[in-house]
């Protein structure tokens, strides 16, 4: 049986005692109150809820009639209901409406209680909720009750009871009639709740509906009660929360699964993860639709080591996720096929097959390989390249069709052995049975527009044979036809092997149209292969924009005499009013008018890292303007009228002005503990209050630190023990550092000066930093810091570091008089350095190379002992991360190494702006016997120029895709550039780097 409930709703709504109430109700009595105030209940005599009494089945007839809005003209037709009992007229609506029978004999019973059973019924009745017939339920129930208690569970009307016999009270009757009072006014009612964070709730309601609910204080452990609005109605929601938790695992050889405990706002979590003692970037993350599982993935391979992954955005403190990471393993050699396919059916003597070398992760491996496989058939030989096995008969003993070779073999790799052994069957020759589109790629990200360089565009494709293999850029280019729809848009060049993100995917090579006339529309890619199959892709090519509009603004700082030059801002707009914002798409476009100051430059640059436009005004030097000097730039776009200009004033020159603190810098130490200050922690400002680089202000100016009150009582100033010339508590070029040692415990306020060294004259002084040195009263506890792997290489020590906790849980570093350290296997400890040394361990290591030594620190103070695990590893050392920096007359940051024509055509020179580290930490120096893995020699550099880096079409590589130290650059003008990369033989892991000819 079933009832409309759709109409059941219309039918309620025309009535107007069902005002809408402004919230829902949450506990008994609230809704109670909220169906009197809609007229369905009326109060006991004495006007109390009376929610624990029972009620008669008269009384349930009014309040149904009133919920439902059913009436009668005549009266009720049993026979113990009289036309003069009070409820006479409710009795016989509901009858007729067959929300109620009677109990059989035409008796109404109306002074009978209801029972819960009862209740149930009626409300599945109007409701209208579908009923099984043979449904059933748990708790005690007239077997004619079952199916409608089983829907009203189902449907959320009322939870599981043990006995629904019993008389039902006016509190039951009242929880009731509210779900159904909701459903009948088309109140959606909250089914469900999720928490993205202890910030953001979403909650679900009945009618698919959901509300995002932004918390002005975020959510705490436990139970919280939060409001809602949904359809101008307001909601109380209980809400559990818990802290999130996350548990990590690797799932690839640079791959990491990060689940969580419950969902996660995606839009602010970041992921950061450390391998060892090594922070590994991050180059993908790709979270699960239900928003509870990330996967991350890394730009380099994982190394054997305790790693964890560090989630940050979304909770008030990180999440940590620890888990092992393994050393990459091969651990399987597959065939992509059970067939060997013959080469041609004019040659039975060639057979091939494809086949991965898997690891652990079931990935291929990265690893290199070398498989040596044997063929069973008599006379045949083996060999292979590139993934695909080929073997070579006798003409005297040819393959013949369905033919049962096995091929058995081995793969070396270091300290293990991989074999395998499988027996394929001779099949037809490998020919082209799919092609699937992967879409358009360009090296930069460019898009294709009608003026593209159409030849650096690719369409990349997989192609497969019937065996399932896939097929590089000449078995397709052979094994096809190729056209397009309309050549006067692009045509094909060819099929190329080596494309794609990661250089290794088969690309359809796009070219310029027969005409350059630039049309734009849909061109399609049909390839035909000799087997009849046709594969088609459509490419769509808008029109180029063209600059429209343009409009510059003033600096959004003060410009000074002295400053070395400003970006000007700029927003450029095309035809359709998209903001154009490449340098590519602008350098052609934009004429930039002379600057009128004599001796400045104004132009259109290029940011080399992000491909961007800026235009930047390059100050003269040796202007000195005393009082505000305006300045007029303009930008025009070429074969327009259009023009954009900008007035701002050029003021007189900064001058560094104040001291506004230091920073990093450690306040708290131990007695006989030093701390040392170095220009960089000193944050000086100008006069028109930027930030300055106290290195770039010496010599004209110098740091001198004194205590306040002229007498240094708790701290003192250490010697220099490399010159004893020096003022040890001045700060007077780059480099140079002031070192203070704790003598007594208490505080001592100091005075950080900025001087004048031509006048002599103190600037500045900054008196807002104070020292506390802490005795051992002052420590209640000890630590010491987890020791990371460590390598046997010389030049690889770890700073042993030991803290005294006090009270407050601030920790100071303790001297290293105040402890002994001994330690196990070897490892060594350097008591004037702090130091722990593994060179020169050579036995005791177990399969992985690694072997384990306990530390041991004795406190003096107390006898207290701290011990602490440390693992030793044997293994050669490899590039891990790549950074740059300045060498000689080179100049690297931001992806971009910088210098003279000269240094820059040589690659090895501009090698040398590389910091290489291994997987310990430790920056390389491919000079040491121990780190020639971070030699140029053991790096391959693969260089590429574009039109735009070599406008004169001048540079010519030699030994291109070589060793770093072999590959030079003739021809490099000034202003030319190139791109670089730089990828290690021994790790794999790379950098791609800009390189320009500034000089």
Excluded: C
């Amino acid at each position: 049986m079933k009832k409309s409930l759709s109409l059941l709703v219309a039918i309620a709504m025309v009535f107007s005692m069902f005002a809408t109430v402004a919230a829902a109700a949450t506990d008994t009595q609230s809704k109670y109150n909220e169906l009197k105030k809609a007229g369905v209940f009326r109060g006991t005599g004495d006007g109390s809820a009376a929610l624990e009494n029972e009620m008669t089945r008269a009384e349930f007839a009014g309040i149904i009639a009133r919920l439902t809005g059913v009436t009668s003209s005549g009266t009720a037709k049993f026979n113990d209901v009289p036309s003069s009992h009070w409820a006479s007229k409710d009795i016989a609506a509901v009858a007729e409406a067959g929300y109620m029978e009677g109990t059989g004999n035409n008796n109404f019973a109306p002074s009978k209680n209801v029972t819960l059973q009862e209740l149930i019924k009626v409300a599945v009745t109007i409701v209208g909720l579908e009923i099984d017939e043979d449904a059933t339920v748990d708790g005690k129930a007239g077997a004619w009750a079952q199916p409608y208690i089983a829907a009203a569970i189902a449907a959320g009307l009322i939870q599981p009871l043990g006995d629904y016999t019993v008389n039902a009270t006016r509190g039951d009757l009242v929880d009731v009639t509210y779900e159904v009072y909701q459903v009948l006014q088309n109140i959606a009612k909250v089914t469900g709740y999720e928490v993205v964070s202890a910030t953001k709730v979403v909650v679900s309601f009945s009618d698919g509906g959901k509300v995002e609910v932004e918390l002005d204080e975020p959510l705490k452990l436990g139970k919280n009660t939060i409001t809602v609005t949904y359809n101008d109605r307001e909601y109380k929601v209980e809400v559990e929360f818990e802290a999130t938790a996350a548990t990590a695992k690797q799932v690839g050889a640079k791959t990491i699964e990060v689940a969580f405990n419950k969902a996660i706002d995606d839009s602010k979590v970041k992921f950061a993860v450390k391998n060892g003692i090594i922070s590994r970037d991050v180059a993908k993350v790709t979270v699960s639709d239900d928003k509870k599982k990330a996967i991350v993935e890394l730009t380099t391979r994982l190394q054997n080591g305790d790693s964890v992954v560090t989630i940050s955005g979304i909770e008030a403190n990180n999440i940590e996720a620890k888990f092992q990471a393994e050393d990459e393993r091969v651990t399987q050699l597959k065939f992509k096929s059970d067939k060997l396919a013959l080469q041609s059916l004019t040659d039975f003597t060639k057979a091939k097959v494809g086949f991965q070398v898997l690891n652990q992760f079931g990935e291929e491996t990265t690893l290199a390989y070398s498989p040596n496989f044997v063929v069973s058939k008599a006379g045949a030989t083996a060999s292979a390249a590139n993934g695909v096995l080929t073997v070579t008969a006798t003409n005297t003993n040819p393959f013949y069709l369905n033919e049962q070779v096995m091929i058995t073999g081995y793969l070396s790799v270091s300290t293990y052995v991989v074999t395998f052994s499988e027996t394929l069957s001779v099949g037809q020759p490998s020919q082209i049975d799919s092609i699937e589109f992967k879409g358009v790629y360009h090296d930069d990200n460019k898009q294709l527009n009608t003026s593209s360089k159409f030849e650096d565009f690719y369409v990349l494709i997989e192609a497969k044979d019937q065996y399932g293999n896939k097929l590089k850029a000449t078995d397709v280019q052979n094994g096809v036809l190729y056209s397009v729809t309309n050549p006067m848009i692009f045509q094909i060049k060819g099929i190329v092997d080596n494309k794609g993100p990661n250089k290794d995917q088969v690309a359809i090579q796009l070219a310029d149209p027969v005409y350059a006339l630039g049309y734009d529309g849909t061109n399609t890619i049909r390839i035909q292969s000799y087997s009849g199959k046709t594969f088609t892709y459509d490419v769509q090519v808008p029109k180029a924009a063209t600059v429209a509009k343009i409009a510059l603004s003033a600096p959004n700082q003060v410009v000074a005499s002295n400053d070395d030059s400003v970006k000007i801002p700029f927003v450029a707009e095309d035809q359709n009013g998209n903001r154009i914002t490449k340098y590519s798409e602008l350098k052609d476009k934009l004429e930039v008018l002379p600057s009128p100051l004599a001796g400045s430059t104004f132009a259109l640059k290029e940011d080399y890292v992000t491909k961007e436009a800026y235009l930047e005004l390059t100050l003269p030097n040796n202007l000195n303007v005393q009082y505000a000097l305006p300045v007029y730039l303009s930008v025009r776009i070429k074969n327009s009228a259009e023009v954009a200009s900008v007035q701002f004033n050029i003021e007189k020159a900064w001058t560094p002005e104040s001291i506004s603190g230091l920073k990093d810098v450690a306040s708290d130490l131990a007695v006989n503990a030093t701390v040392s200050i170095e220009p960089k922690h000193v944050v000086v400002k100008d006069n028109y209050g930027r930030d300055k680089e106290l290195k770039d202000l010496f010599p004209n100016y110098k740091v001198v630190i004194e205590p306040v009150d002229n007498t240094w009582d708790v701290i003192a100033v250490k010697a220099d023990p490399t010159d004893a010339l020096k003022s040890n508590n001045e700060l007077t070029f780059d480099g140079d550092k002031i070192t203070f040692e704790g003598k007594v415990k208490g505080s001592e306020r100091v005075k950080v000066q900025l001087v004048n060294t031509a006048e002599n004259k103190v600037v500045y002084s900054y008196e807002g930093f104070i020292f506390n040195v802490v005795d051992k009263s002052n420590i209640a506890d000890y630590t010491v810091d987890d020791i990371p792997k460590m390598s046997n290489k010389a030049n690889r020590e770890v700073e042993l570091k030991v803290y005294g906790k006090r009270s407050n849980s601030t920790t100071v570093q303790l001297p290293k008089d105040e402890y002994s350290v001994t330690a196990t296997s070897g490892l060594t400890y350097d008591e004037n350095t702090g130091k722990l040394s593994a060179n020169g361990i050579n036995g005791g290591f177990d399969n992985n190379g690694e072997l384990k030594a306990k530390v041991v620190v004795t406190i003096k103070a107390t006898s207290q002992t701290i011990e602490k695990e440390v693992v030793i590893s044997k293994a050669d050392l490899v590039p891990t991360t790549i950074e740059l920096k300045d060498s000689g007359n080179l100049k690297g940051s931001n992806g971009v190494i910088k210098g003279p024509q000269g240094d820059v055509a040589n690659l090895a020179t501009v090698f040398q702006a590389l910091k290489i580290k291994d997987q310990f930490g430790f920056e390389m120096n491919g000079a040491n016997p121990d780190e020639v893995n971070g030699a140029a020699s053991q790096f391959n550099a693969t260089v590429s120029i574009t039109d735009e880096d070599d406008a004169n079409k001048s540079m010519v590589v030699t030994n291109n895709g070589k060793s770093a130290d072999t590959v030079t650059i003739a021809g490099v003008e000034k202003g030319d550039s190139y791109t670089v990369v730089f990828t290690s033989k021994a790790s794999g892991v790379s950098i791609t780097v800009k390189v320009v000819a500034e000089s």
